[in-house]
């Protein structure tokens, strides 16, 4: 995790993204608003490196960052899902590429898939793990907020989630537990994504 990291640029479509070979990268999904920049910027240790929002449908592109001396290793920030509000054009964009990317990328070593910690899994996540399940892409579910929760509270999510996910075949078989603001979890997903990275 060697800093500093830099955004290498926002692609629209899969076919926009640099060449696979000799590369790998970790993508972080999830619901809009449920804190996938944020936990860039807690891992990354970098406030601004990507752009955050207190409103819906910020992330509108595959964003990518790499380490400044590192040509190989991509994080990749997504568009979220499940944003209602938003034009139904739009939704399908964001849909189409976030499917095409998460069912088509050879050097895709790990999707972390964000859920809020107050909502838990909803039906448009399971669908996702619908998705890499059947894409076979290894991904593990990483609950977020923790910080909006009593410690209790969030552990028995946590305890939830994974029996709800324990029988999926890409799955992780542990859930983690995040709070970009208080720091919560960082350390512990930190070496999680560099095990995955080298
Ligand atoms: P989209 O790009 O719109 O899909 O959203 P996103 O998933 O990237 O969420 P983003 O990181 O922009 O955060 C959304 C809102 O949640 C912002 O107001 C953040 O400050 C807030 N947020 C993110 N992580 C945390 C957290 O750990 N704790 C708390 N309390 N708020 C958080
Ligand atoms: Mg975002």
């Known amino acids: 995790f060697a800093r500093p990291w830099t955004f290498v640029r926002g692609m629209s479509r899969v ?11 970790v993508a972080f999904a999830g619901r809009s608003n449920v804190g996938k920049s944020s936990l860039i910027n807690a891992l990354t240790g970098q406030g601004g490196l990507a752009r955050t929002s207190n409103t819906p449908g910020r992330t ?3 964003n990518l ?3 400044e001396r590192d040509s190989g290793v991509f994080l990749v920030d997504m568009p979220g899902y499940g944003y209602a509000e938003a034009p139904k054009e739009k939704v399908d964009v964001w849909n189409r590429l976030i499917r095409d990317y998460l069912r088509g990328r ?6 972390f898939v964000l859920i809020d910690g107050r909502h838990g899994l909803k039906k448009n996540d399971e669908e996702v793990l619908d998705l890499l399940d059947k894409a076979a892409v290894s991904y593990q579910v990483v609950l977020t907020k923790a910080d909006k929760l009593k410690p209790g509270g969030i552990a028995k999510l946590a305890a939830e989630t994974l029996e709800r996910i324990r029988k999926r075949p890409a799955a992780h078989p542990e859930v983690l537990t995040t709070s970009s603001e208080k720091g919560a979890g960082i350390d512990e997903l930190r070496a999680a994504i560099a095990a995955l990275i080298g």
């Open 60 to 62: 509108q592109e595959l």
């Open 106 to 111: 050879p050097n895709l070593r790990r999707v």
């Open 65 to 67: 960052f790499k380490p």
């Open 15 to 25: 076919d926009d993204l640099p060449p696979v070979a000799g590369t790998v990268e």
